[in-house]
């Protein structure tokens, strides 16, 4: 996997101390979050991490829970302003594909506008 330019802190591979040992204790808190209720934000995550004397920083965690949506590590985890949550069913998990889908047609849009703008600088 290729970094993404521009993004090289979220984009760089995960380090050892990230795989086997913020991982299993992410997956582990997540699990507990079923229900939008329960969401639990990015920061929290980091500062409740940090407070147990790990190291991390809030995009590293977005990488980390990034790797655990892209390998079904915790199935139906949703990520809104509200924060990580588990879906509690199947219309709340296809209401959050709606949005990615959105969200996926906004910055192709964005994409092809940029491109259609490079001829202004020949």
């Known amino acids: 996997k290729t970094m993404i330019k521009g993004f090289i802190e979220q984009t760089k591979p995960r380090t050892a101390y990230e795989r086997d ?8 808190g997540i699990q507990a979050k079923v229900g939008k209720e329960k969401a639990i934000t990015n920061h929290e995550i980091c500062k409740a991490l940090r407070n147990q004397g790990h190291k991390i920083s809030n995009p590293r965690l977005r990488k980390i829970i990034n790797h ?13 302003s509200d924060g990580y949550y588990i879906a509690e069913n199947k219309g709340e998990l296809l209401t959050y594909l709606e949005s990615l889908k959105g969200r ?16 202004l600088y020949e």
Do not use: K
């Open 104 to 119: 996926e047609n906004a910055i192709r849009v964005v994409r092809l506008s940029l491109e259609n703008q490079l001829v």
């Open 68 to 80: 655990i949506r892209t390998n079904n590590l915790v199935i139906g985890l949703i990520a809104t």
């Open 21 to 28: 040992t913020l991982l299993p204790i992410i997956i582990q």
